[in-house]
């Protein structure tokens, strides 16, 4: 099966985007591990499909694969990656888009300036939802947040944030990002027990009430240079606890998002750059 695709990335997190409109495409997981090969394939931290939609009113469907193969329910820069993509492959001349996810329909409005804004939705606190196995664990409450204490082995605690943004996320406070643990304890934090879907494991440093810096260990990927709704994840976990103020800029490893949310049942707004690298084709 011969592909065409598109190698795009959103302040560093890099995809294969795929065009299944125009052309068959079915993936398997091994499949979507070769095309994210950094060494034997293209090299992404995740593959983005672009389906049809059979839902009225909404637009396309979109698809997310991780680099091990699995298929995950959101992905905020990759949703910016996609409208850039979208609107520059011809597939719509619409600059406010309405897309299928695993985790439901997002709206992405494409601004003036090139940048994309992704409505997230609201963020999800329920364990059950997220999904988060908290039972009997121990817990402090700051703000309006529950800080979950967690055991990772060989004597390491871990206290965390836990909310979904249409994907899992637990987020911790370190000091000084440039030593965060991020690879160390990351792999142990995904895997925990407590998530039965694993999570993505974020580290946050708050530089003030509007502004932080945030490295994030991906599930299915390990870190990456960006991750959208981990930075809206660690946002409203620092709003929640009265550390952070709507809007806040996040600054990552590949570049800088903006996130905003006016608390409650309000949708997360995330915004920031998508930028297309190169056309290819290759053999599956």
């Not at 091994?30 to 950094?38: I, K, N, S, T």
């Not at 609107?87 to 494409?110: C, F, N, P």
Request: proline share 5%; with cysteine.
């Amino acid at each position: 099966m011969k592909i065409r695709f598109t190698k795009m990335h959103g302040a560093g997190n890099d995809f294969v985007v795929i065009n299944a409109i125009d052309q068959k495409v079915r993936l398997t997981p091994d499949q979507c591990h070769f095309l994210a090969d950094r060494r034997f394939g293209v090299g992404a931290d995740q593959i983005l499909l672009v389906e049809e939609t059979h839902i009225p009113d909404v637009d396309f469907r979109y698809r997310i694969f991780n680099a091990d193969g699995s298929e995950v329910e959101q992905c905020g820069n990759g949703a910016r990656a996609f409208v850039k993509f979208v609107t520059g492959e011809g597939l719509t001349d619409k600059r406010q888009i309405r897309v299928e996810t695993l985790a439901g329909v997002i709206t992405l409005h494409l601004e003036e300036d090139g940048q994309v804004t992704v409505n997230m939705g609201s963020p999800i606190f329920d364990p059950a939802r997220i999904p988060f196995d908290a039972r009997h664990l121990p817990f402090e409450m700051e703000g309006t947040m529950r800080m979950w204490q967690i055991d990772l082995g060989a004597g390491i605690l871990s206290r965390i944030a836990v909310l979904s943004m249409g994907n899992p996320h637990a987020i911790q406070d370190v000091a000084r990002l440039d030593y965060a643990p991020v690879n160390e304890e990351g792999p142990l934090i995904e895997r925990h027990a407590h998530f039965p879907r694993r999570v993505n494991a974020g580290f946050m440093e708050i530089v003030n009430s509007h502004t932080i810096r945030l490295r994030v260990y991906e599930r299915g990927a390990g870190e990456t240079l960006a991750c959208g709704t981990g930075a809206c994840a660690a946002v409203v976990s620092g709003i929640c606890r009265q550390r952070l103020a709507s809007p806040v800029t996040v600054h990552m490893r590949g570049g800088v998002l903006r996130v905003a949310w006016g608390g409650g049942s309000h949708p997360v707004l995330l915004t920031g750059p998508a930028v297309s690298v190169f056309h290819g084709e290759i053999v599956l």
